[in-house]
C-alpha cells in the first residue's frame, strides 16, 4: 500500500496569513498514461464530515474559495491557504487513488493563532 | 441536490453483525463508484471498501471476509454489512460516491457518517 505522510500534525496561523501543508507519498502518484497526480486534499471541520477541495493535485472543486491551492508532483505535494479565514480551521487530509486501496495521510489540524 | 445519507449505525456486541445504508439522491448509484470509509474516534480516514458500476468489489485487507458491499439499484442504496465485529471495528463509517474518474478518483460528496461501536 502507498504510505501518505502529512506533515506538519498541527498548525496554528494567525488570520489573514498563508497556511501550508505538506503532504509525501511512498510512491509516485504520477500516472504516465495522462500525466495527473491522483491525489486529492480533503477539509474536516469539527463534526463535520470530509469535503473534497482539491483533485488531480491542483485542480479546485467548484465552489471552492481561490484561496485554496494545491501543487506538486510524483510524490510531494502541497495544500496553500493564501489568506486564512476564521471558517478554514478543520483537519485537512491528503488522499491518493493512483493504487487499491486508497490511502489517507494522517491529517494535519489548522488552528487559528 | 446530489448528496448521501447514511444510517444503521449503532450498538453491537463483538462478534455480531450489523448492515448500514447509504441512500443516495440527485444521482443513480449503479451509474457510479461507491465508496465506504470509516474513521476511528480520534483517528484519521480509512478506506474499506468500494463497489463498481459493473458491480465489482473490492475490500481493505482489515475487513476482507467479513464486510459485503452491495446496492439495490429500486432504491437507489448502498449497504454494508459488517459481520464478525471486532472492537477495532469501531468507527463513524462514511458513504462517498466514487471514485469519480473525472475528477482524479477522487470522493463526493461525502455523507453525515453513521456511528457503530462495537462493545460488550
Known amino acids: 500500500d502507498i504510505v501518505m505522510t502529512q506533515s506538519p500534525d498541527s498548525l496554528a496561523v494567525s488570520l489573514g496569513e498563508r497556511a501550508t501543508i505538506n503532504c509525501k507519498s511512498s510512491q509516485s502518484v504520477l500516472y504516465s498514461s495522462d500525466n495527473k497526480n491522483y491525489l486529492a486534499w480533503y477539509q474536516q471541520k469539527t463534526g463535520e464530515s470530509p469535503k473534497l477541495l482539491i483533485y488531480?493535485?491542483?485542480t479546485r472543486e467548484s465552489g471552492v474559495p481561490d484561496r485554496f491551492s494545491g501543487s506538486g508532483s510524483g510524490t510531494d505535494f502541497t495544500l496553500t491557504i493564501s489568506s486564512l479565514q476564521a471558517e478554514d480551521v478543520a483537519v485537512y487530509h491528503c488522499q491518493q487513488y493512483y493504487t487499491t486501496p486508497p490511502t489517507f495521510g494522517q491529517g494535519t489540524r489548522l488552528e487559528i493563532k | 441536490e446530489v448528496q448521501v445519507v447514511e444510517s444503521g449505525g449503532g450498538l453491537v456486541q463483538p462478534g455480531g453483525s450489523l448492515r448500514v445504508s447509504c441512500a443516495a439522491y440527485g444521482f443513480t448509484v449503479s451509474a457510479n463508484y461507491m465508496t465506504w470509509v470509516r474513521q476511528a474516534p480520534g483517528k484519521g480516514l480509512q478506506w474499506v471498501s468500494v463497489?463498481?458500476?459493473?458491480?465489482?468489489?473490492y475490500y481493505a485487507d482489515s475487513v476482507k471476509g467479513r464486510f459485503t458491499i452491495s446496492r439495490d439499484n429500486s432504491k437507489n442504496t448502498v449497504y454494508l454489512q459488517m459481520n464478525t465485529l471486532r472492537t477495532e471495528d469501531t468507527a463513524v463509517y462514511y458513504c462517498?460516491?466514487?471514485?469519480?474518474?473525472?475528477?482524479?478518483?477522487?470522493?463526493?460528496?461525502w455523507g453525515q457518517g453513521t456511528l457503530v461501536t462495537v462493545s460488550s
Open positions: 488531480w493535485a491542483s
Open positions: 462517498a460516491r466514487g471514485p469519480k474518474t473525472t475528477a482524479g478518483n477522487s470522493l463526493d460528496p
Open positions: 463497489i463498481y458500476s459493473d458491480g465489482s468489489t
